[in-house]
């Protein structure tokens, strides 16, 4: 039955792009920048998290503790040390700032582990059978895993003291700063936020797929697809478009092979943005 | 010192370039080749980066675009390599404009994400389509005898570009341009057609990296995706203009012979660490002098001769609005 197949397939692959794609739709609300590091802070989360299982052989919570905070940590160094200075500036120059900080994190990964593939065999082996598919039980972790944390940052977005920030913050930094908001403080925690969310989904990535450093360059330009097609710094936007992506992956891989398969993703983004740039659930984009 | 005259220092500069394949090794005019072939791709970034402000990080796809499109030509046909880099101008054009017609061109975020990608696909379409392109094998060209027609006609086009640009940064369109970049709804509202030039400048950017990547297929006898999609060529011309000066005439030239210097010694010495170096010099160059150094040496008096040419030196690139 290759409907079904490929279908869970997808929706199972879109869970991890909603994942990053809310962090990087969340980032791009609050503060205007778009974050091109974004995939490769997910690529390095995921070499990461191979090298705390099989080299220090430490159990595989400790990765989900640890690499998360750690990239919440880079997360923050960045903004302090450099998108703070430039916040004012023109939007050219994040842009640029970002783009640098990819290459350089591509780099470092590649100096640090090598530009070879590496895995995760052995942790969430095995399989379920799923409506007579079957199942690998890494996949199913991680989509079920991405999904509750996206909607529990959605949850503390919309119904919490810090998630008003945040959206006042997005709104309207001006009127938010009059009203007490310490506007550099939830840049900075939004921002620790938005990488760790990176963080996380490349924690789920290690497990599923063959990882190196370059994973990144492959995974932001689906997470850009994402946020084009959901519409830009539309949350509820992301996660539909992000599932929706992962089912045409699946299914144009499955009948193009898998290069043109995802190259059909950056096609639909293409169409979206020359047709209706604010995308589906979009409200435009305020600048 | 005061005596030193612009016109004359292009003279010598314009006789030295001519002279030099004639009078130096083949090293210099291979690097000599390459280092012009990077000048017009700043040139080209500069044009929609630097004046109208617009970050393009899908101009290597032009670049691979012409590298494919000019190999094909001369790999099936045999079509001599200055013919095929004509056609791939004209190839670069033709991708160029349907690009810049959509509605992509209304935000520079927009832009900046869907060029982006533009790159990485076009590799993934040269990979998954190798009954055409040889996928990953690539394509192995003639190899070429004698390269000094190549260095002259890549110098020839880099002269025109810098003349254009000049000719552009005392133009009533270039100071359109500057306006879009600085307040785009401003200019628009003083009545300029800020679409239509933006669409203009991406087309015009697109059209030289094309015919330079198909003389660069040329020039290496050989071409494969990660050759002609190369991200490092992207980061290296926009570190060039960014480091030169953004939306000056001179800031391109003085960025390229900066950074290939740099360049030479590092692909030669440290090549694991090269994407790094040049990032951090992208990175530093945004926090520290965004506005290049141009505009430092303006400031400074470093750079008296051709001062006129400075006249247009975009006040705010890369500053706060203050």
């Given at each position: ?28 609300g ?59 500036a023109?939007m ?59 909607l ?136 | 010192?005061?005596?030193?005259n ?46 109208a402000g ?44 349907p690009?810049?017609g ?49 260095y ?37 509202s ?67 012979l ?5 360049n ?59």
């Open positions: 039955m290759p409907v079904a197949d490929l279908l869970i397939g997808g929706i199972l692959l879109g869970g991890v792009y909603a994942l990053m794609a809310c962090g990087l739709n969340l980032i791009f609050v503060m205007r920048v778009i974050n091109f590091a974004h995939g490769d802070i997910l690529a390095i989360a995921a070499l990461s998290t191979v090298s705390i299982a099989v080299g220090l052989k430490l159990p595989f919570w400790v990765a989900i503790v640890a690499v998360p905070i750690g990239c919440a940590a880079l997360g923050a160094l960045i903004q302090a040390v450099i998108l703070r200075r430039i916040e004012g023109p050219i120059m994040s842009l640029l700032a970002t783009y640098a900080l990819s290459t350089i994190l591509v780099n470092i990964a590649i100096l640090i582990w090598g530009g070879g593939y590496s895995g995760l065999p052995g942790v969430l082996s095995g399989s379920l059978r799923v409506l007579g598919v079957n199942v690998s039980i890494s996949r199913l972790v991680s989509f079920a895993s991405a999904i509750s944390v996206s529990v940052v959605w949850w503390v977005l919309e119904f919490t003291r810090f998630g008003r920030a945040v959206r006042s913050v997005s709104a309207a930094p001006e009127l938010a700063s009059i009203s007490g908001i310490a506007i550099e403080r939830v840049r900075l925690a939004t921002f620790a936020l938005g990488t760790a969310m990176a963080g996380f989904a490349g924690v789920l990535v290690a497990p599923a797929f063959a990882i190196d450093p370059q994973l990144g360059s492959r995974f932001i330009i689906k997470a850009f697809a994402v946020i084009i097609v959901g519409g830009m710094g539309s949350y509820p936007g992301a996660m539909l478009a992000a599932l929706l992506l992962g089912v045409i992956e699946v299914v144009g891989s499955y009948f193009a092979g898998a290069v043109i398969g995802s190259a059909f993703l950056f096609l639909l983004m293409l169409a979206v943005l020359l047709v209706r740039p604010r995308g589906l659930l979009g409200a435009g984009v305020r600048v | 010192m005061k005596g030193i612009p016109l004359a220092v292009a003279v010598i500069a314009g006789l030295v370039a001519l002279a030099l394949p004639f009078v130096s090794s083949d090293y210099a005019v291979s690097f000599s080749i390459q280092l012009l072939i990077f000048l017009v791709l700043a040139y080209s970034w500069n044009w929609i980066g630097g004046y617009y970050t393009h990080f899908g101009q290597v796809g032009f670049f691979g675009i012409g590298a494919y499109v000019g190999s094909l030509l001369n790999f099936h046909w045999g079509v001599p390599w200055y013919l095929a880099a004509i056609a791939a101008a004209f190839a670069g054009a033709a991708t160029a404009v690009l810049g959509g509605r992509m061109m209304k935000k520079g975020q927009f832009f900046a994400i869907g060029m982006f990608g533009l790159a990485s696909v076009l590799e993934a379409f040269a990979l998954g389509f190798d009954s055409i392109t040889g996928g990953g094998t690539g394509i192995y060209l003639k190899p070429v005898s004698d390269l000094r027609p190549i002259y006609v890549v110098a020839t086009v880099a002269m025109i570009m810098l003349l254009m640009t000049w000719r552009l940064d005392n133009s009533r369109l270039g100071l359109k341009l500057l306006a879009i970049r600085e307040d785009e709804n401003a200019a628009e003083l009545g300029i057609p800020t679409t239509r030039l933006k669409i203009g400048a991406f087309v015009a950017s697109a059209v030289a990296p094309a015919a330079m990547g198909s003389i660069y297929a040329v020039y290496l006898g050989f071409i494969d995706p990660p050759t002609a999609f190369a991200p490092n060529m992207e980061l290296t011309t926009i570190a060039m203009v960014l480091l030169g000066g953004m939306g000056t005439v001179l800031g391109p030239l003085v960025g390229a900066a950074l290939s210097v740099v030479e010694v590092l692909w030669a010495n440290y090549p694991q660490i090269y994407l790094a170096c040049v990032g951090v010099i992208v990175l530093l160059a945004v926090l520290f002098m965004p506005r290049g150094i141009v505009s430092l040496g303006m400031k400074n008096g470093w750079l008296r001769i051709g001062r006129p040419l400075f006249r247009r030196l975009a006040v705010n690139a890369g500053q706060a609005p203050s």
